[in-house]
């Protein structure tokens, strides 16, 4: 019988916001062609542990501080093998992987950033300082980007994008709920099933 759905690996470290917008979208349909069968975390803590229990998603527990950060691409490499992972989501996972990782991997790993990509982006522009930078730009339109990930942080192709207004008086805070909220969640799930779908028909 041919796959109906793919198998999808969620890396997080944090939250897991993006990671519930992901469990969600297999609810409600619009992630039909890739079922989340794995959830990596390099943090015991990390709540998004608690979200994956709580939908019965299988978890691993990879911590770069107890492997380093070779000994734990090795045992995700390993979780991903034994459990069949055809794709990897990135939502909020705090490492960068090796360019060995990427390349192993090409065009099966993707990442969501907060921001419009080229904009904010790269080595050392994660979390909250993102929006600082954008603030203290004082851009009127930022937003979230998905994207594949390669060996260059933040410099895959992308896949989606969606744009917010900036409102005045914005925190750094106000400002990546706002993205989070009316993009990141919207576009994650939406790219993760067209790419899921070209992986199921062999497109890619
Ligand atoms: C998100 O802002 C995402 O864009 C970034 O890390 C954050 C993760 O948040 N890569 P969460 O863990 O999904 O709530």
Redesign the pocket.
């Known amino acids: 019988m041919p796959k109906t759905k793919i198998s999808i690996a969620v890396l ?8 519930q917008a992901l469990i969600d979208a297999q609810n409600n349909g619009i992630l039909k062609s890739g079922k989340v069968s794995l959830v990596i975390s390099n943090n015991a803590d990390a709540y ?1 542990v608690t979200r994956a229990e709580n939908a019965n998603i299988k978890t691993a527990i990879i911590s770069h501080k107890e492997f380093g950060d070779a000994g734990m691409e090795a045992k995700i490499i390993d979780q991903l093998n034994e459990n069949k992972i055809d794709l990897i989501i ?3 996972f705090m490492r960068i992987l090796s360019a060995d990782f990427t390349r192993k991997y090409d065009h099966r790993i993707i ?4 921001s419009l990509i080229p904009s904010f982006c790269g080595e050392g522009y ?2 909250l300082r993102v929006h600082e930078e954008a603030l203290k730009k004082g851009v009127k339109v930022t937003g ?1 980007t998905v994207h594949f990930v390669n060996e260059i942080p933040d410099g895959g192709e992308i896949i989606l994008q969606k744009a917010v207004t900036v409102p005045e008086n914005s925190t750094p805070k106000s400002l ?1 709920k706002r ?2 909220k009316l993009a ?1 969640w919207k576009i994650l799930p939406k790219a993760c099933e067209i790419i899921s779908n070209k992986i199921l028909k062999g497109e890619i």
Do not use: K
């Open positions: 997080v470290s944090g939250s897991g916001t993006n990671l998004a990135l939502a909020g990442n969501v950033h907060p994660y979390g979230a990546q993205v989070m990141e």
